[in-house]
């Protein structure tokens, strides 16, 4: 799909489990709009997309928008931070003209306006990698 073609929502519980990034062993989390999440624990170049790990934004979610490899100006902090066992209802909207990007988990949101990939072709994803640890 292409942003500013219409309105784009997406909305999924998901449960971080009781093993949280720490230290030894580090997890990444992508949820939302993206064009593919490498087994490297490379971000995606294209999507607007909630992001957790304990080394990015305090261990919050974090709200990203990446256009052609680059988030620059683009991400914003929800204001959650992530706990292990705990449910997270989390929402990704782009509006209909591609130009603003709204980030919710559990209420708390953020926007951004800048990078939203309006000519980079997305889909719908939700995955986690592991970049540190046995």
Same mark, same amino acid.
């Given at each position: 799909?292409?942003?500013?073609?219409?309105?784009?929502?997406?909305? =999924?519980?998901?449960?971080? &489990?009781? *093993?949280?990034?720490?230290?030894?062993?580090?997890?990444?989390?992508?949820?939302?709009?993206?064009?593919?999440?490498?087994?490297?624990?490379?971000? &995606?170049?294209?999507?607007?997309?909630?992001?957790?790990?304990?080394? =990015?934004?305090?261990?919050?979610?974090?709200?990203?928008?990446? *256009?052609?490899?680059?988030?620059?100006?683009?991400?914003?902090?929800?204001? !959650?931070? !992530?706990?292990?066992?705990?449910?997270?209802?989390?929402? !990704?909207?782009? *509006?209909?003209?591609?130009?603003?990007?709204?980030?919710?988990?559990?209420?708390?949101?953020?926007?951004?306006?800048?990078?939203?990939?309006?000519?980079?072709? !997305?889909?719908?994803?939700?995955?986690?990698?592991?970049?540190?640890?046995?």
């Amino acid at each position: 799909m292409l942003f500013g073609g219409g309105l784009w929502v997406s909305n =999924i519980m998901l449960r971080i &489990p009781t *093993n949280l990034s720490d230290g030894t062993n580090t997890y990444t989390t992508y949820n939302g709009f993206m064009d593919g999440i490498t087994t490297s624990n490379i971000a &995606p170049a294209n999507g607007c997309y909630l992001k957790y790990s304990n080394a =990015i934004n305090s261990g919050k979610w974090q709200g990203v928008c990446r *256009n052609a490899g680059s988030e620059s100006g683009s991400t914003c902090d929800t204001g !959650v931070t !992530v706990a292990a066992s705990t449910w997270y209802d989390l929402r !990704v909207s782009v *509006n209909a003209a591609g130009s603003l990007a709204t980030f919710t988990v559990n209420g708390s949101s953020c926007t951004t306006a800048n990078n939203i990939p309006t000519t980079n072709k !997305v889909s719908f994803e939700a995955g986690i990698t592991k970049s540190a640890g046995t």
